[in-house]
């Protein structure tokens, strides 16, 4: 075999191993006929929600999206079907065998998006809503999108839910956990193949790693969602915790359920890469109390300045303007009402005399008092880069929080037809240095049903995004629910390297 042909395969299988593939056009008309790599749209993209809530008053909406593109074509597909609900460590079997195998009736689709720029949705009412897998594929791929909203009453955890479906990967990072007295919280891993993955957990608290054999080597069976009781892993309660999944074998989504029996719950989803600075967007204005968590898995310790970037610029929380982690070393700070009737956004950024220590963070925001607290978590974020979007908006309760650490940018927002019909509509913003912006959420002209939200960056500096929804008056009992959820790249196109052929290989 020549060593045209090996390389060829060698870049196919690189492209492969991501969760999104590239279409790679051919040489005349692709990257090598002006010999630079190209941004090409994904072909395939893979999507995981967990299994929504155990509570019979649930009631869970889903929904999903793939935006417009400049080639628009209805020849893909993108579709999530019920995965198979097995106990940890466990396969899920039963008379008529393997669930986690079994492709017939149990995957016909849950949920299918059938052309770009229409967004669909379902319902599923109690505690039998199911996880989801999901894949799309061709003009359908690039930029697909899901979402699983829940809310109920009453119980452990009541409130509003909600979390962005995922794709798989092999590493994430949760500070922001709990094993106290008053919080059960779930961990989900949702294995989207053929082939069982096995998973590693590890529990770190104020005082370094937690002890932990439970936590070795979790089987999650094919094509099958697995919740992990957090406080089962270890002995005594930590009201603060930082939790690391990796998957030895395989690959999962991950997120976590926090239930709590004071202040409601919500969806914790992974923190951003460690990074030397974060961003955590979108904490509303009427926040009660805010707690920042964080974490360096690193070796060496981290000082941070620690900075409120609020609607007129960034201050520092008065006595909190620094905070050091000691390395391996969860270490939380109660930050009271920092936005003080304003929205805003911390930026964690690192100190003049400091390294560029890497560190994950995330937030538990408050709002209400008494009996009536609900509470929600905003992870750090990764910035949203060329284009992201978040499904499941209504006509009210909907936010937008866009902010620019560093450069002032400008970005555009499409928010797109209904799920019962309606018109798109666009509008730009421009997000000052250092600030955030409470956006006016631009609304589909004869609007039925929910929409999705579509944020691209038009020029300037790097974005980070959160969309809140709110839910109030006799739905919501009378407590102020909401849910936050962060917005990423939706990484809908690839780099394609240049490829040309070489002729003098032919010689060897």
């Known amino acids: ?110 949920l299918a998006v059938k052309k770009q720029g229409a967004p669909v949705t379902a319902e599923e009412n109690g505690s ?5 897998i999901g894949l799309a594929e061709g003009s359908l791929a690039p930029g697909w999108s899901a979402q699983q909203t829940t809310h109920f009453t009453a119980g452990a955890g009541r409130g509003l839910h909600g979390a962005a479906c995922s794709a798989p990967d092999t590493d994430f990072w949760f500070p922001g956990a709990s094993t106290a007295e008053d919080r059960s919280d779930y961990l989900h891993l949702t294995n989207p193949d053929d082939a069982a993955a096995v998973v590693d ?25 697995v919740p992990v009781l957090l406080s089962t892993l270890t002995g005594k309660p930590q ?14 989504a991950a997120a976590v359920q926090a239930l709590d029996q004071k202040v409601g719950g919500d ?35 981290a000082d941070l300045k620690v900075s409120l970037a609020g609607p007129n610029g960034s201050l520092s ?12 070393m969860t270490t939380a700070v109660d930050l009271a009402d920092v936005t003080r009737g304003e929205p805003g956004s911390l930026v964690l950024t690192p100190t003049g005399d400091s390294g560029e ?23 750090a974020a990764r910035p949203v880069g060329d284009r992201a979007t978040v499904t499941g908006n209504g006509a009210k309760g909907t936010y937008l929080s866009l902010t620019a650490p560093g450069k002032a940018a400008k970005v555009r927002v499409t928010a797109s037809a209904g799920t019962g019909g309606g018109t ?11 600030r955030t912006l409470a956006a006016d959420v631009p609304l589909p002209d004869s609007l039925k049903g929910t929409y999705a939200l579509t944020v691209e960056t038009v020029s300037g500096g790097p974005v980070h995004a959160s969309r809140t929804l709110t839910l109030s008056g006799a739905a919501a009992d009378g407590i102020s629910m909401f849910t936050v959820q962060n917005l990423t790249d939706d990484r809908g196109t690839v780099t394609v390297p240049a490829a040309r052929p070489e002729m003098g290989v032919l010689l060897d």
């Open 201 to 225: 957990i590890e529990l770190y608290g104020k005082d370094g790693a937690l002890d932990s054999e439970v936590g070795e080597g979790i089987q999650v069976p094919p094509r099958s969602s």
């Open 317 to 328: 929380p008065a006595g909190n303007e620094t905070l050091h982690l000691k390395s391996g």
């Open 1 to 110: 075999m020549k060593r045209t042909t090996l390389s060829l395969i060698a870049a196919g299988a690189a492209l492969a191993a991501v969760t999104s593939v590239a279409a790679v056009a051919a040489p005349e008309e692709g990257p090598a006929a002006t010999g630079k790599a190209a941004q090409q749209p994904v072909e395939r993209t893979s999507l995981l929600c967990p299994a929504p809530s155990s509570s019979e008053l649930a009631e869970t909406t889903y929904t999903a999206y793939t935006p417009k593109t400049e080639v628009s074509s209805d020849s893909g597909t993108a579709a999530l079907v019920p995965a198979a609900r097995s106990l940890a460590g466990k396969d899920d079997k039963d008379d008529k065998g393997d669930k986690g195998d079994k492709k017939g009736e149990e995957e016909k689709p849950f």
């Open 424 to 434: 798109a509509a666009t509008k730009t913003y421009s997000v000052g240095a250092g």
């Open 239 to 252: 009201t603060n915790l930082t939790v690391h999944v990796t998957a030895r074998s395989g690959r999962v």
């Open 128 to 132: 039998g809503a199911p996880a989801l």
């Open 267 to 301: 969806w914790l989803t992974p923190s951003a890469e460690p990074s030397a600075s974060v961003v955590l967007p979108g904490i509303p204005k009427d926040a009660t109390a805010v707690r920042l968590v964080a974490f360096a898995p690193g070796s060496a310790d």
């Open 357 to 379: 220590t890497p560190v994950v963070a995330a937030v538990r925001v408050i709002r209400g008092k008494g009996a009536d607290q609900e509470s929600a978590f905003i992870p």
